[in-house]
């Protein structure tokens, strides 16, 4: 579990031509990619995706002559837009106007900006839980009450970008992906927030042993499943739970039922995911 601290930025636009390697295997994290327009790497399930702004095939062919563990599978040409699903264009969500770098933000007395580079990590805000979780949010932080809280599996870091607009003075954004605590750290200083959020890249279960007035976790419900039997999850006062479908939300709800929480609402959205707002037995506030 580490600190994240940033490295260099290069700026992506709707229109940038991305170049995708797709590795099986996992690379060191210390192994150098000699690249000046090499924009990270983003691994999942034991498979790599490497972003680069120009063909790479050097770096590529001498990255698996180095690294046995490593084969290359495929690789791809697209768009920025593509990769990201299409027009990256500003989006209202409640009180929240999320707007890619490349938008000017205009003053408004109604809406909440918010500077969202996404990077080559999805989550821009369209998923359905983002918006469930910023309503969650906002019931829980209404009042003023909380003042600290802990975001789990920040991706993007869209939620604790949020959390800190309305007012929650400190939070730390954890994820387990390194390429995604890179990002998040970029929104948090494109938006000013280093005085509130501090990005943090490890493990969910390894941040709860410190109360919190708020946790956030839109996370994958294997993950879940274990954090809401940890001592920790009780010493956190509001908990959002989101990221769940149905049948996992079910298990959830049943795994809660001989837990000291309370269950204040619960969101559906599409009939497929699933976002729980609670409260610790210890805090009725």
């Known amino acids: 579990m580490t600190t994240y601290h940033p490295t260099k930025k290069i700026n992506l636009a709707p229109d940038s031509v991305l170049f995708i390697y797709y590795l099986e295997g996992t690379l060191p994290r210390s192994y150098p990619i000699n690249h000046d327009q090499y924009l990270g790497n983003w691994e999942e399930d034991g498979f790599s995706f490497l972003f680069f702004l120009q063909p790479a095939p050097v770096e590529i062919q001498q990255l698996v002559d180095d690294q046995p563990q490593l084969k290359l ?3 791809y040409e697209m768009t920025y837009r593509d990769w990201q699903g299409g027009d990256l264009e500003p989006l209202q969500i409640g009180r929240f106007l999320f707007s890619p770098p490349w ?8 809406l909440i900006p918010i500077t969202l580079d996404s990077g080559v990590v999805f989550g821009n805000g369209t998923h359905p839980t983002t918006a469930t979780c910023l309503e969650a949010m906002e019931i829980a932080c209404h009042g003023g009450k909380v003042q600290t809280m802990l975001d789990l599996g920040t991706g993007t870091g869209v939620l604790a970008l949020a959390a800190a607009k309305i007012g929650v003075k400190r ?3 954890v994820d387990f992906n390194y390429l995604a605590c890179r990002t998040a750290n970029t929104n948090v200083v494109l938006n000013t927030m280093q005085d ?3 990005v943090v890249n490890g493990r969910a279960e390894q941040l709860l042993a410190k109360p919190t007035d708020l946790l956030v976790a839109n996370i ?6 274990d954090l809401v039997q940890t001592k920790g999850f009780l010493e956190q006062k509001w908990f959002v739970l989101s990221g769940l479908l149905n049948s996992e939300t ?3 709800l049943t795994s809660l039922s001989d837990q000291p929480v309370h269950i204040l609402k619960k ?3 599409s009939g497929v995911w699933n976002t729980l707002l609670g409260i610790t037995e210890g805090d009725r506030s």
């Open 73 to 75: 599978l495929d690789q």
């Open 250 to 252: 079910e298990k959830i």
């Open 267 to 269: 969101w559906n959205s």
């Open 103 to 110: 938008v000017t933000q205009t003053d408004s007395t109604e």
């Open 196 to 198: 509130s959020i501090v």
């Open 171 to 173: 939070i730390a954004a």
């Open 220 to 225: 994958h419900y294997d993950v879940m499943k």
